[in-house]
Each structure stands twice: as structure tokens, then as C-alpha cells.
């Protein structure tokens, strides 16, 4: 069956690329991001620009992480009374899958109004300025639904790396290797293709040799500049190819206890390497392994650790993402996190197995889980 692959984003990158805003073509607009965005001033950054060229503007800021669904509910309202040309989003994953979710939903209520969305990162790490996806919680239930549409897709995304200069270290880490697990899980994914595999390719080569310095020092502006683009060159591979069991399992930890998302990746990401290649500390050279094993032999070269054969190779894969982890400050499992007990964490594995097998991401996995191996990747990463 043949296949497709579309960019449906115009992306807008290099120095000042925030001028974009003075050209679009718009009378009002309506700019939507966090509190923390309008008390830092960030939003200055688009509120500026309109006046000057003579945009009116509303400002919803009522976005917080893990959007829940009574704020997209509460955001339609807010376009639809206003009824703004297009949509700014501004700000992390939140922000966008928010803005995303807002502009379907509007358009479902008025089959007349759909608003040009405008998306611009303030981190580096979700992607989702080109992407067709989002993931809204249900607070009550504990889950949390990845919503995918091609028109949920942005019309334009904004990366200009200022916006990224005073990202805080751990924010860098776990935003920098959630755009590595993308990167990788698009990568090894069985809806990967030649045009995704470049994509992530790059990106993942981006990250070996700009995460650490990103993370060291935030006024790199060079590193800063190169992840703010692997994070949207991942973005556009696995918005063509989706991604994995390593998302399927993290949207579930961070419904359940809200461990940030990129954290949550980044400590399931050696154990889903393990898992998928069949491959760990105790393994021997055979004359066959999964067809993953190849891809993560080729990662493992762009991130300068091949190895003697296949097993070492993975083996220092595996150990060169730990090392990432450890160098940037992000505990390797639950327990060293602190943020629930023993107890409470395996009263919900069960259940967190369940909603992982049934997720998304999980579908396109190299390696197809039962939820009894879910279960036991849970257990293995509480220590």
C-alpha cells in the first residue's frame, strides 16, 4: 500500500523570525498561553507586534499543564464569542494542544468559522507546531486521550530561539529528551518510512551534540537555536510515522501522578530500548534479532557509541541514554522522584498497563506488548 508524506505547517525559523506576526494577515486575534507567559512578559513578544501594525488582540491565559477538557470547553466559548481570524498559540505542549483543541471543537459547534492557527514554542521539546496531535485530560477519570486529526495540524509555526534563552535547566533536560524519545520512537516505529527516518535522523544527531551544551548553558544561543529545530524536525517525522510504547506508558504517569512529560519519557527510554530490541545485560550474540535492532544499531552510530556487534551496541545505546539522564539530573526511576509512595504507585500499574496498551502511540511500537509486560516495564522503573 503506498503511503504519503505532507508538511502542512509553514514554518518560519533564523534570527527575528518573530516578525512574521507583522505580516499576517488579520484584524483580530486571539493570543493563548499561560499565566506565566503574561506575568514574564514573554507575550510582549507578539502583543508588540500587533500594535504596531494595528492587530487587535484578546489574551486567554488560562492554559496549565496537561490541559483538562473543561478548559478547552472553556476556551471555545472564549473564540467563539470573539470570533478571532486566527489563533496564537505561545508556549509549551499545553499551549498548542490546547489551541489545537479549541479550533477543532469551534469548528464542530460553527461549521463556518475556522481561525488561522498560529503556533510558537517556548520550549524545545514537544513539537507540536507541526504536528496533527493532542492530548486532553480527563481529571475525573485519570486518563489522558491523544486526540489526532491532519486538521488540527498548525497552519504556521514561529521558532525563533530568544523565546527559549531563559528556559531553566531541568526544563531544558526534560523537554531535550523528549524531543530524543520522539526522535527515536518515529525512528524505529513500523509507520516509519524514508522520509520520516530523515527527519528524525537529524534531529537525533541535534540532540548528541547539542543537549548537553543547551542544558549547561542557557545562553548558548547556538545549542539553543540547533534543539529548538530538532525539536520540529521530530515533530514533522513522527507526525508522519507516530511513535511508540514509550508514549503509550508516559501519558499514563503523567495522568496518574503528573510527572512532567519529557521526564517521564526520558526514564522509560532505556527500558523501551531493552524491551523492544530483546536485548539486556544478560543477552548473547544470536544469528537473528527483531528488525529494530538494525535502526538502534544506526542510532547508536549517529550518537558516536556503535559498538563491537549488535548486543554491545545496543548495550552501550542503552547506557549512553543513562548517561544523558544522570548528566542532566533526571532520576533514572519513580522512587528517586519522591512523588508518591511505593504502595500508591503499584495500586495503579495495573490499571496504567491497561490504558497504555490501549493508547495511540502504542499501536505503532516495533514490538507489540502484552500488558503483563507492561506491567513488569512499570515495576522496573519504580527503582
Avoid at 549547561?216 to 517525522?237: E, F, V
Amino acid at each position: 500500500m503506498y503511503k504519503d508524506f505532507t508538511v502542512h505547517t509553514r514554518i518560519y525559523f533564523g534570527e527575528h523570525a518573530l516578525d512574521r506576526l507583522s505580516n499576517i494577515e488579520a484584524e483580530r486575534a486571539m493570543i493563548i498561553c499561560d499565566p506565566f507567559i503574561v506575568s514574564s512578559g514573554l507575550v510582549r513578544h507578539i502583543t508588540d507586534r500587533f500594535d504596531r501594525c494595528g492587530i487587535r488582540y484578546s489574551v486567554y491565559s488560562d492554559v496549565v499543564p496537561d490541559p483538562p477538557v473543561e478548559k478547552v470547553i472553556a476556551g471555545v466559548k472564549a473564540a467563539l464569542d470573539d470570533k478571532p481570524d486566527c489563533l496564537v498559540a505561545m508556549g509549551g505542549g499545553s499551549a498548542m494542544d490546547l489551541s489545537k483543541s479549541i479550533r477543532k471543537m469551534a469548528e464542530q459547534l460553527d461549521g463556518s468559522y475556522r481561525p488561522r492557527l498560529i503556533a510558537i514554542p517556548t520550549t524545545s521539546g514537544t513539537g507540536s507546531e507541526v504536528t496533527s496531535f493532542a492530548v486532553i485530560t480527563d481529571n475525573e477519570k485519570g486518563v489522558k486521550y491523544p486526540l489526532v486529526a491532519e486538521d488540527m495540524t498548525p497552519d504556521e509555526a514561529i521558532l525563533d530561539e530568544e523565546l527559549v534563552k531563559s528556559v531553566p535547566p531541568a526544563i531544558t533536560a526534560d523537554t531535550g529528551m523528549d524531543v530524543m524519545t520522539h526522535a527515536i520512537e518515529s525512528y524505529v516505529s513500523i509507520d516509519n518510512h524514508e522520509f520520516s527516518a530523515a527527519l528524525a535522523e537529524k534531529a537525533i544527531e541535534i540532540c548528541g551534540q547539542f543537549l548537553l551544551r543547551s542544558y549547561a548553558d542557557n545562553r548558548d544561543s547556538h545549542a539553543r537555536r540547533k534543539m529548538h529545530i530538532a525539536s520540529c524536525l521530530a515533530g514533522l517525522a513522527f507526525n508522519s510515522s507516530s511513535l511508540g510504547l514509550n508514549h503509550g506508558m508516559a501519558h499514563q504517569l503523567g495522568a496518574q501522578f503528573h510527572i512532567p512529560h519529557g521526564r517521564a519519557n526520558a526514564m522509560l527510554l532505556p527500558h523501551i530500548i531493552e524491551f523492544n530490541s530483546e536485548i539486556d545485560k544478560h543477552s548473547r550474540s544470536k544469528t537473528a534479532y527483531p528488525p529494530c535492532v538494525r535502526k538502534y544499531c544506526t542510532i547508536a552510530r549517529t550518537l558516536g557509541v556503535q559498538n563491537l556487534n549488535e548486543v554491545t551496541t545496543i548495550r552501550a545505546l542503552i547506557a549512553y541514554m543513562e548517561f544523558m539522564l544522570k548528566e542532566m539530573n533526571i532520576p533514572l526511576s519513580i522512587s528517586e522522584m519522591g512523588v508518591v509512595s511505593e504502595g500508591e504507585y503499584m495500586a495503579r500499574v495495573d490499571a496504567m498497563a491497561e490504558a497504555a496498551l490501549a493508547d495511540a502511540c502504542t499501536a505503532t511500537n516495533p514490538r507489540y506488548p502484552t500488558k503483563e509486560e507492561i506491567v513488569t516495564l512499570y515495576r522496573k522503573l519504580w527503582k
